[in-house]
């Protein structure tokens, strides 16, 4: 069965350190890929994906992200944590079967940025 | 941007009675999607829609659950007979070449 794993329940980072969250899956094919990412009382807005190509994918708020396939891993990375970046993250795959885009999600991983 | 609403944000109901928790999709996407997140846990897929059916659906999105599209806009959930357990952030979402995108959510307290 298609599963995601994000082994970091909560990291703790310093305003201005750099950042990397784990995500791993567990697929047979190479599945999408997505960071989501969830503020307090808020709803899940899209950081970056992953569909093929470039292995190295951009996202918004300064977020990147690199696949590796031979580590089925999609972690995502930002160079300088801003204290605005405290939040849930969430990653996500889904299969692509050219029909409707079931997401199976990660656990999330807290972040805490401290000044 | 285009953007996936949701209404209400805050549902409050007592068990055993019926919900609708109401979404409007981004208007050019043909696929939608309800997930939930109970507090605390990871968010979950419940069902998808296309072409007015559902095209898939998970083990929780029992007999109790039910979507629809009742219009050329609107797209909603409706639980028939809430019980405690389905407390939870209900996400409305809709896709486009395979890229979903989330609603704000509503929060469903069952008492």
């Known amino acids: 069965a298609q599963s995601v794993t994000q082994p970091d329940i909560h990291i703790t980072v310093s305003e201005g350190a750099s950042l990397e969250l784990r995500c791993n899956y567990s697929?047979?094919?190479?599945?999408?890929l997505f960071w989501y990412v969830q503020s307090p009382g808020q709803g899940l807005q899209l950081l970056l994906k992953?569909?093929?190509?470039?292995?190295l994918v951009q996202g918004i708020k300064g977020f990147e992200a690199e696949f590796k396939r031979s580590q089925s891993s999609f972690n995502l990375r930002k160079p300088s944590v801003h204290w605005s970046d405290a939040a849930e993250y969430f990653c996500a795959v889904v299969l692509n079967t050219g029909t409707a885009s079931k997401l199976t999600f990660g656990t999330g991983t807290r972040l805490q940025v401290t000044l | 941007e285009p953007e996936v609403t949701q209404t209400p944000s805050h549902q409050v109901t007592q068990m055993g009675q019926e919900v609708i928790l109401r979404c409007v999709p981004i208007s050019n996407h043909l696929y939608f999607y309800w997930y939930r997140q109970i507090l605390g846990q990871k968010v979950e897929f419940l069902v998808s829609?296309?072409?007015?059916?559902?095209?898939?659906k998970s083990e929780i999105f029992d007999d109790q659950f039910s979507v629809e599209r009742p219009d050329g806009s609107n797209f909603t959930l409706k639980i028939r007979s809430t019980k405690l357990e389905d407390s939870a952030m209900y996400f409305c979402a809709s896709s486009e070449l395979g890229t979903v995108f989330f609603g704000p959510g509503t929060r469903l307290t069952v008492l």
């Open positions: 992953y569909f093929s190509g470039d292995t």
């Open positions: 697929y047979g094919a190479t599945p999408y």
């Open positions: 829609f296309y072409n007015n059916e559902i095209s898939e």
